[in-house]
């Protein structure tokens, strides 16, 4: 008996092979998720006298504190409006409202004299009271006529 060699043809396989893809994608990945954070640097602020879209719309009413061009602070909540308080009174307030309400909008209405450094410190306090994001109040433009 003889035995009989065929040759078989192998057919050629048309399909890419992704599993280096993979491998790229992910390290992609961890480099992405390491420098995202150190990207994300600085508060979003609307600077005075600059056009700009209005805030969305919402059923809460937002929680204002004040800074005048002397620097004194203002929190409108409750009856004393137009009472000076200490940063360490806005905090203890502006906690206890985002505690009850969360999702209350906190907004800082700044002198345009006002110090930088004092409406950094505001801003500061209002974020270690557990505000997520603090906005700046400006107006729009003037008209040039």
Do not use: C
Not at 3 to 12: F, M, P, Q
Not at 69 to 95: F, M, N, P, W
Request: cysteine-free.
């Amino acid at each position: 008996m003889a035995v009989v060699k065929t040759k078989s043809k192998r057919k050629l396989v048309a399909e890419i092979n992704v599993v280096p893809y993979i491998d790229v994608m992910l390290v992609l990945l961890i480099v992405f998720m390491i420098t995202a954070p150190l990207l994300m640097q600085g508060v979003k602020v609307d600077l005075p006298q600059a056009p700009s879209t209005p805030m969305e719309e919402n059923d809460k009413e937002p929680l204002i504190v004040s800074v005048k061009a002397d620097g004194t602070y203002y929190i409108d909540l409750g009856s004393d409006k137009h009472q000076e308080e200490s940063l360490e009174v806005i905090r203890a307030r502006v906690s206890k409202v985002l505690a009850v309400q969360p999702l209350t909008p906190v907004l800082v209405w700044g002198d345009t004299n006002v110090d930088y450094g004092a409406v950094v410190e505001l801003m500061t306090v209002l974020q270690s009271a557990g505000a997520p994001n603090v906005g700046l109040v400006t107006e729009p433009p003037r008209s040039k006529n």
